[in-house]
């Protein structure tokens, strides 16, 4: 990893991601960093299955995609989105959460 750490939470601080994403080797295709607790979540976007649910290290999120480090000043409260490995993020505003 690069010396400057990006983002807003430290690399040890749990962030959440799928079963999918460290199991199956899905990309990373949507994050979310939510406006209550400031945390993060990284994942597939292929399920919202509560058993799917995973929990990694910001570091190790960094680690398994690097092009996160693109949307690492996403604000709080929004998500972004891309629809393959190497596309563009998309961001927009949370309407709930």
Not at 38 to 58: K, Y
Not at 82 to 96: A, F, I
Request: hydrophobic letters at 35%; a negative charge; charged letters at 30%.
């Amino acid at each position: 990893m690069p010396d400057t750490w990006p983002f807003d939470r430290a690399a040890n601080v749990a962030a959440i991601t799928t079963r999918q994403v460290l199991e199956d080797k899905l990309p990373i295709l949507r994050a979310t960093h939510y406006a209550d607790d400031d945390s993060w979540a990284f994942v597939c976007g292929t399920t919202n299955e509560t058993e799917d649910i995973r929990v990694i290290g910001m570091g190790e999120a960094l680690e398994l995609d690097l092009s996160l480090r693109g949307i690492a000043d996403l604000p709080s409260g929004w998500t972004a989105w891309r629809d393959s490995t190497g596309g563009e993020w998309s961001r927009r505003r949370n309407d709930t959460e």
